[in-house]
């Protein structure tokens, strides 16, 4: 089926550490890949996504690039601030008539001073 | 970007009565709308997908007669808990499809966070 993994979190760094998120996916065709944040007691908003292989989405100092040989979007940034903690979830729309968004389970990330 | 209401952000209600929740999508058309619930520090499970004048089409689990999802216009999207039980308290969180504008992407609205006493 398809589906999205995540690596496991909570994820602690300190201020302008290095951030990477793991994600693989499953799917069959080829799928569009996203990355949502949603901050605490909110909802998600779009980070970036990618639609086709090699393609890479970058918003806020975050980038990820849709490597289809390894199924991965990886979501990195140089340089994590307070303000950068939150639950990232990667995610992917199927070209189905409907598109359902099929979520990863999240990881939460906690940026300390 | 585009931009997501739900109204309202939190409500708590007694068990046995039934709550409305409403998904907006403030500057674009919207013939297509999903609704999710999220449970504390868990992913979004799709509960419904919401087409514009027609019925919605339910996941596998998800009891229809309990989450009535109306469809009523291209800008809005409500949602029912019907005879609400505490079990059914959650985040609740929709989402608008925008097909326009070149792209096809979904928004989400901020969630309404629905507490049953």
């Known amino acids: 089926g398809n589906s999205v993994t995540q690596m496991e979190g909570p994820v602690t760094l300190s201020e302008e550490a290095f951030l990477t998120i793991n994600c693989t996916y499953t799917?069959?065709?080829?799928?569009?890949l996203f990355w949502y944040v949603q901050y605490p007691g909110e909802g998600l908003q779009l980070l970036l996504k990618?639609?086709?292989?090699?393609d890479k989405g970058s918003n806020k100092g975050f980038e990820a690039t849709y490597r289809k040989e390894t199924t991965s979007f990886h979501l990195e940034k140089g340089s994590v601030q307070v303000s950068d903690s939150a639950v990232y979830f990667c995610?992917?729309?199927?070209?189905?008539?409907?598109?359902?968004?099929?979520f990863g389970p999240g990881t939460s990330l906690s940026v300390i001073p | 970007g585009a931009v997501v209401s739900q109204h309202p952000s939190r409500v708590i209600c007694k068990s046995g009565t039934s709550v409305k929740i409403e998904c907006r999508s403030l500057?674009?058309?919207?013939?297509?709308m999903f609704w999710y619930r999220q449970f504390p520090k868990q992913s979004l499970m799709l509960m419904a997908t919401?087409?514009?004048?027609?019925?919605?089409?339910?996941e596998q689990g998800v009891e229809k007669d309990k989450f009535l999802i109306n469809h009523a216009s291209l800008t809005l999207s409500t949602l029912t808990v019907t005879s609400a039980h505490p079990e059914d308290s959650s985040f609740y969180i929709c989402?608008?499809?925008?097909?326009?504008?070149?792209?096809?992407?979904?928004?989400f609205g901020p969630g309404t966070r629905l507490t049953v006493l």
């Open positions: 989402s608008a499809r925008d097909y326009g504008r070149g792209t096809d992407t979904q928004y």
């Open positions: 799917a069959t065709g080829y799928p569009s």
């Open positions: 990618a639609t086709k292989a090699d």
């Open positions: 995610a992917l729309t199927l070209k189905t008539s409907y598109d359902k968004v099929i």
């Open positions: 500057d674009f058309q919207a013939t297509t």
């Open positions: 919401s087409n514009e004048g027609s019925k919605a089409t339910y």
